[in-house]
Structures are given as structure tokens and as C-alpha cells.
């Protein structure tokens, strides 16, 4: 077990104070904190301490793939499958959605063949794997996921009282399943701008008289969020295309899984994500970054679903499990009180364990590692027997590793 130093990436939906906070560091930080990453990614990898000095997790694993991944090494190409993140959102991230794995070897392929470096920000693909990812909250996380029953958009839209917004209306209750979803969705996200720029005023005038009204207010949530995503991007088509998403709230504890092809944006909150070790996005607005419309198209799921909260479940070792059907991933979580003694970390390698809350002393064969707020610790195939207690209080610890099915 070494202990793992996190990557800082700074964009501008990020926050001043979340990560700063988590991680003991002066508030507010000089620029927006978005995401902390903790896995081999060859965009950033966290950096392993050892003995002899510091390397990359990608280095590492890559000079030794059966010692640090063991007999799951072959079936990953030698690659550790899965990236770790803390995420933290002061404002909402792009509308976007992630290829499944056929989709993204021939998006990769094919720009490979075009000659589209890696790092042009008018790729699309840049590893050719999918990225189905669980975001777990650590504060109230407000997101975007999933196409809406049809059924109650149209109640939504009706509530609305917008008569710009009729054509529109009547178009999905005419066929009110994943077509008639595609249908609308294609034409909002390609409206000509004359057009877009009358009805996406009219649609946001409709929502403040819809928030001023009286009596029962079920889409509150809804038309709020609409005004704040217009406010953050004004002219913006996913503004639009957002109010056929489920509005979800996960308070401290729960998560969301997303697999491919579903349409969704995180709003704001402070999370532990875990995906598949990929960075393949397609965009389809809210963003000042590169949004490929057909491509998007192309991989999006519009069958409509109400995405269930994914609760942790007991495991039997003292953790509770968040349960994926990714065979890249496996995320546990453990509440460690001070004073219950050494808790073994089963199935821990290879893995990552990231502390969130408090302080953790890692024990094995005599040696130990105390991992802080907002630090973390690689643990090898090659490791066994490790133990975790909490210091000085109670801490959570967050244990990453590979999937069931590995």
C-alpha cells in the first residue's frame, strides 16, 4: 500500500471552496476547483509515493501489470479500468452523454483514420473505451438525468401555459414514447437561431409566471432549473432539451448510475465518482466546449426511464456496496468510528481507498499509512491483509475496485 496523490483539474463549473475544504487547503483556492483524479488516465494520472521516490499510477502499472492488477490484468489490457474522482460543481456541467464500448472504438477508430490529434478540442474520442460512471453524493448533488416519461413533460410543458411553446406540446403527445422523444430533441437541439431566439423567452417568461403562481406547484424544481441553466448560458438550445430530462436529488449517501447513452448534466454538489477509465464525452450543449449534434445523436438512448437512486446496500464486512452492473468498477463505502477497532478491507486490491471524512490509519504486516480528508492509497493485487481504524474521531473511507464480474 502507497500512499496516492490526486490530480487537480481546474474548469470553470468548478468550486473555490469544496475540494479546498475537503482537502485541508486554504478557502476560497485561486481558481475553480472541478475535479480530483485518483487512477492511471493518461490525460492525468495521481502519483504513487514509494520507497524510492514518486512515479505515476500509470507508470506504475504499467511496469508491473500482473503485480499491481494481478490475474484480472489480461482481461484490461493491463490497464487499471477505472478511474476515481472527488467532483465538485459550483455550476452546471454540459449537457453530454457517453458512447457504449462499440460505439466508442469506432468513434476512435474513425478519428484516428481523420488524423484528429488527441488533444484537439474538436475530438471526440479519445481513448476507445465506453464510460458507464456512479456518482455517489457527499452534500446535496442536484443533476439531470434520463429522458422524462412522456406523459408528464407534456403535463409539463401544458403547465407551462406557454402558446409558443403548443406546436411543440401536441408534436410529443402525438407520440409519446422514445420517437417522439428523438423527434423533439433533434429539433430543439438544431432549431435555427430566429426561432430559438422567440421561443427560449418565451419558454423562460412561462417559467417565472409558472414560480409566481399559486396553488400546487409540482414542477417547481423544473422551471427553476430551466432559469438557472439559461442564466449560466443564455441562448442556449440545451436549455430546452434540459426540460426533458428527470430533475434527481440525491442527498448525502445515495448515487446515480449512468450507462451509455443516457442524457444528463450535473447541476451542483460535491460527489465521489467512479467510471470506466475513459474520457470519451459527446456534448450537447450548455457548454463553451466542442458539441458534435449528429455524433450525439448517434449514441443517445431516448427511451424513457426513471432513473432509480442507487442506495448503498449491506455487504457483510462492515462496508456497504453500491451496486453496478459494470464489470470495470466496484465502489464501497465504510463509516469507521473511533475506538472499534482494525476493520478489514476485503477485496481491496487492486483498488484505491479514498478518505473523505476525518483520518485513517491503514495497517498491514506491521506497517501503516494514515490517509487524511481528501487523500487517498493505492493498494496492489500484490497486498493483502489490510486493515483500517479511524483516528482521533470518526472518518469515511471510500474503496475502489474492480467490478463483480472481474
Known sequence: MHELVGALRSYAWGSRTALARLCGRPVPSAHPEAELWFGAHPADPAHVKTAVGTTSLLELVAANPHRELGAAAPEFGDKLPFLLKILAAEEPLSLQAHPSAT????GFERENRARVPLDSPMRNYRDENHKPE???ALDRFEALAGFREPHRTVELFRALEVPELTSYTEMLASQPDSAGLRTLFTTWITLPQPVLATLLPAVLDGCVRYLSGKGKRGFTLEARTALELAEAYPGDAGVLAALLLNRVTLE???GLFLDAGNLHAYLRGLGVEIMANSDNVLRGGLTPKHVDVPELLRVLDFEPIDLPVVLPEPAGDGSVRYKTPAPEFALRRFDLIEGSGQVPLTAAGPGIVLCTAGTVRLL????????????AAWISAADSDIRAQAVDGPAQLFCACLGAGS
Open 364 to 375: 498491514q504486516d506491521g506497517a501503516e499509512l494514515l490517509v487524511g480528508r481528501g487523500g
Open 103 to 106: 460505439q466508442a472504438r469506432a
Open 134 to 136: 456512479l456518482v455517489v
Open 252 to 254: 448525502p449517501g445515495q
